[in-house]
C-alpha cells in the first residue's frame, strides 16, 4: 500500500513540475547508502537501543520544528 501511495504522489509532484532537481537527486543518493547501512546497523544492535535511537531522533526533529 505504502509503495503504491508512494508512487502516486512521484508521479503527482513530477507532473506538476514540484521537484527540485537538483535537491532531490542529493536526496537519494544519501538516502539509498544510508537505508542499507541502516538497516545492518539496526540488525546488530539491540531493539531496545534502536527504539531509544528513533525515539530521541523523533523528539528532536520535533523540537526543531517548534521552536521554528
Do not use: D, E, T
Not at 536526496?27 to 531496545?48: D, E, F, N, T
Amino acid at each position: 500500500l505504502a509503495l503504491l501511495v508512494n508512487s502516486a504522489s512521484i508521479v503527482y509532484f513530477i507532473a506538476r513540475g514540484y521537484v527540485h532537481w537538483p535537491l532531490a537527486l542529493c536526496l537519494m543518493a544519501g538516502s539509498i547508502p544510508g537505508s542499507i547501512v541502516g538497516a545492518r546497523l539496526a540488525q546488530r544492535i539491540p531493539a531496545r537501543w534502536v527504539r531509544l535511537i528513533a525515539a530521541v531522533i523523533g523528539v528532536s526533529i520535533a523540537v526543531s520544528f517548534w521552536v521554528k
